[in-house]
């Protein structure tokens, strides 16, 4: 089964066209979590003992969360997911992750702020696998 951590160029580029005049957005994040966080290729930011992928992605967010209200940006819901009600049952996800943004603007902003990328290691190290869906409002 293939895995997804980061977005290609095409999808970004699909993404800015299909939803940058849309007003605000919303991003649902599911995640899977790796049992050890893999900080191979990131030693300046990697913790002095072995974490687990939950913890990677906790201070992930400890680091983020600020940077987000900054911008005017916020977490709507953050919990603790399984397997699916309906969906196949292969597919199991350990947290599930709702951040609204003003724009797609903003969001891109954000996505490419210093500050934000000095922390995306800890995102990098901590998932297996994940999905990110763009969602507006049609009501």
């Known amino acids: 089964m293939e895995k997804y951590?980061?977005?290609?160029?095409?999808?970004?580029?699909?993404?800015?066209?299909?939803?940058h005049d849309k007003g605000k957005i919303v991003?649902?994040?599911?995640?899977?979590?790796?049992?050890?966080?893999d900080y191979t290729h990131l030693a300046a930011i990697?913790?002095?003992?072995?974490?687990?992928?939950?913890?990677?992605?906790?201070?992930?967010?400890d680091n983020v969360l600020p940077l987000l209200d900054k911008v005017g940006s916020r977490v709507l819901f953050y919990g603790a997911s399984s397997a699916y009600l309906i969906g196949p049952s292969q597919e199991?996800?350990?947290?599930?992750?709702?951040v609204e943004h003003a724009?797609?603007?903003?969001?891109?902003?954000f996505a490419q702020n210093e500050d934000y990328l000095k922390h995306i290691g800890h995102r990098t190290a901590a998932l297996e696998d994940a999905r990110l869906l763009p969602i507006t409002e049609t009501l």
């Not at 951590?5 to 939803?19: M, W």
């Not at 724009?103 to 902003?109: L, P």
């Open 27 to 37: 991003m649902l994040n599911m995640l899977k979590f790796k049992a050890k966080a």
């Open 92 to 98: 199991k996800w350990d947290a599930v992750l709702l």
């Open 46 to 61: 990697a913790p002095e003992q072995p974490i687990s992928g939950q913890e990677a992605y906790q201070l992930y967010m």
């Open 103 to 109: 724009s797609v603007a903003e969001f891109m902003a």
């Open 5 to 19: 951590i980061d977005a290609t160029q095409e999808a970004g580029k699909l993404f800015y066209q299909n939803f």
